[in-house]
C-alpha cells in the first residue's frame, strides 16, 4: 500500500531527475513499511537499526553546499496534515545547528519550491 507521503516524496525524486545537480539527491528510508507476519517486521526493523536506522532522521537529503550550508535535509509531509515527531523535530534543530538548511515541506510543490530556491533555480521550477 502506497501513503499520500509516499506518492509526494515520489514527485519530488521524479522531478529532481532533470537537473544534474540534484543527481546525488536520495532518500532515507527511515519511514519504510515493513512486510511481513509481526515477527518479520519486528526482525527486519533490528536488522535495519544494527545498520544504522535512526528514528527521526529526515526524508530526503540533498548533499549539496549552498550559502554557507554544508547541504539539504528534507522531511516530507502529506500536502494536507502530517504531523512532526518530536524525534524528527529534534533532528532538524541538531542538524540546522551544525550548518544544514532543513525544511519540513507539505507535499511535493512546497519541496520542489524549497528545492528551487535553495538550488537558486530561478526560472527552472517545473510550475
Not at 41 to 56: C, P
Not at 97 to 115: P, R, T
Request: a neutral charge; aromatic letters at 10%; charged letters at 25%.
Amino acid at each position: 500500500m502506497v501513503h499520500e507521503e509516499e506518492l509526494e516524496q515520489q514527485a519530488v525524486i521524479a522531478w529532481s531527475k532533470y537537473f544534474e545537480e540534484l543527481k546525488w539527491m536520495f532518500a532515507v528510508p527511515n519511514g519504510a513499511f515493513l512486510g511481513g507476519t509481526k515477527i518479520q517486521r519486528i526482525n527486519q526493523m533490528g536488522r535495519m537499526k544494527k545498520s544504522g536506522l535512526k528514528v527521526g532522521v529526515a526524508d530526503l537529503f540533498l548533499p549539496v553546499a549552498k550559502d554557507g550550508k554544508h547541504g539539504m535535509y528534507i522531511e516530507m509531509k502529506k500536502s494536507k496534515g502530517g504531523n512532526v515527531s518530536a524525534d524528527q523535530k529534534e533532528f532538524l534543530s541538531d542538524m540546522a545547528s551544525a550548518g544544514y538548511h532543513c525544511i519540513i515541506a507539505h507535499g511535493a510543490k512546497e519541496a520542489i519550491d524549497e528545492i528551487t530556491e535553495y538550488m537558486g533555480f530561478r526560472n527552472k521550477s517545473a510550475n
